[in-house]
T-cell receptor, first 109, second 115 residues
Framework: GQQLNQSPQSMFIQEGEDVSMNCTSS?????WLWYKQDPGEGPVLLIA?????ELTSNGRLTAQFGITRKDSFLNISASIPSDVGIYFC?????????FGTGTSLTVIP | DTEVTQTPKHLVMGMTNKKSLKCEQH?????MYWYKQKAKKPPELMFV???????INESVPSRFSPECPNSSLLNLHLHALQPEDSALYLC??????????????FGPGTRLLVL
């Protein structure tokens, strides 16, 4: 299936630091979604983006739909221990969702 | 309400057993999905139902058999599974496929162990 390149693969940060991760592709997408997944649980939707250039916030989270429609980024400000988990991006193209490879976040208290 | 429910939460089955996974949503979504997920990997698409009709089958072995009895329910029937089928099985739903603004919501998953 189509791959979305997500980076970084993993991050180890101190509590209170800001985090940035991104997804890129060679293809154009109509929608970008960002999820957080805890072990053994289903992905939980964090932010949905529908228009090129759109910048959306959800509390300490901010995400942007790239102007070229081929990328998106997610920022987390002032990280806290409960931010630990795996973050996935997903892009919608031709009625199918494609997932990034995931970013594993560890927050050190 | 953006809830997708799945039962059971956990399932252990032998290779000769027959079992079913169930999924339900009441958001009026007309697309429903089954994904398989291995630890620390992204979800892998298995099946998509659109308006209760199977629209995508990602070359899934026939020991997995999906069923969509109505627009709110999705089942996955399991028979003669292999140990390598052990994984987290996720159900998801989204608005009617339109190539435009869609948001996909996941259920909590069924953790399957095949012995």
């Amino acid at each position: 299936g189509q791959q979305l390149n997500q980076s970084p693969q993993s991050m180890f940060i101190q509590e209170g630091e800001d985090v940035s991760m991104n997804c890129t592709s060679s293809s154009i997408f109509n929608t970008w979604l960002w999820y957080k997944q805890d072990p053994g649980e289903g992905p939980v939707l964090l932010i949905a983006l529908y228009k090129a250039g759109e910048l959306t916030s959800n509390g300490r989270l901010t995400a942007q739909f790239g102007i070229t429609r081929k990328d998106s980024f997610l920022n987390i400000s002032a990280s806290i221990p409960s931010d630990v988990g795996i973050y996935f991006c997903a892009g919608l193209r031709r009625n199918q969702f494609y997932f990034g490879t995931g970013t594993s976040l560890t927050v050190i208290p | 309400d953006t809830e997708v429910t799945q039962t059971p939460k956990h399932l252990v089955m032998g290779m000769t057993n027959k079992k079913s996974l169930k999924c339900e949503q009441h958001m009026g979504h007309r697309a429903m999905y089954w994904y398989k997920q291995k630890a620390k990997k992204p979800p892998e698409l298995m099946f998509v139902y659109s308006y209760e009709k199977l629209s995508i089958n990602e070359s899934v072995p026939s020991r997995f058999s999906p069923e969509c009895p109505n627009s709110s329910l999705l089942n996955l029937h399991l028979h003669a599974l292999q140990p390598e089928d052990s994984a987290l099985y996720l159900c998801a739903s989204s608005q009617a496929p339109s190539g435009g603004q869609e948001t996909q919501y996941f259920g909590p998953g069924t953790r399957l162990l095949v012995l």
